[in-house]
């Protein structure tokens, strides 16, 4: 059921982090997963904007969602400050095993919530990172739909599903969930398919 985050015990952070965004014009769809642990996909990604707004829903919504950077991201006087906000640094100069990472980190944590955005990048991309998914499904944990709407200015959590392991059937709910939302540049808005699709 979505709600408009009519909650009776708010922080102080989530008072604050809600009124900026109203007073930037955002409101604010969620439908929380009932679940500790779960992959928020973030989509679409076209815009440095996201970053900060997704720090602003954050806030707003009360949850400490963990995310994965590139590692350059966390030089300099900020990367501490990165990491406390749930920064990842990821070495994306060397090949790892990021999905067996991030499966390991999930089993280790008692709660975890990781956001990924399936683009990859801010630019134009012709098709979704499948990361996200192979994560949740070697977790045993759902997939949450995280979305910025700049064409109605509407953010937030839409419908969860735990992963079947059949990926193309998995992703035709996910496709028709993002048909509608617009990033801020939908030119750099690529479709919502797999590689191999």
Do not use: C
Request: without cysteine; proline residues 6%; positive net charge.
């Amino acid at each position: 059921m979505t709600q408009s985050l009519v909650l009776s015990k708010r922080t102080l952070t989530q008072t604050l982090a809600g009124a900026i965004l109203r007073v930037m014009g955002w409101k604010i769809e969620v439908t929380l997963p009932d679940a500790n642990k779960y992959v928020l996909i973030a989509a679409p990604h076209t815009s440095n904007w996201d970053f900060p707004l997704m720090l602003l829903f954050r806030g707003a919504l009360g949850i400490h969602p963990r995310w994965a950077g590139k590692d350059t991201f966390f030089r300099g006087p900020f990367g501490g400050l990165l990491k406390k906000i749930g920064g990842i640094p990821v070495n994306r100069r060397v090949r790892t095993n990021f999905v067996d990472q991030m499966v390991t980190a999930f089993r280790q944590s008692k709660d975890m919530i990781l956001v990924i955005a399936p683009e990859g990048t801010r630019s134009l991309v012709g098709y979704w990172k499948s990361g996200f998914y192979y994560i949740a499904l070697g977790a045993g944990v759902p997939i949450a739909m995280g979305f910025l709407d700049y064409r109605r200015k509407v953010g937030g959590i839409g419908p969860t599903f735990v992963p079947t392991g059949d990926l193309q059937a998995d992703f035709v709910a996910i496709r028709e969930f993002y048909a509608g939302i617009l990033g801020q540049h939908p030119r750099q808005q690529g479709g919502i398919k797999l590689k191999d699709a």
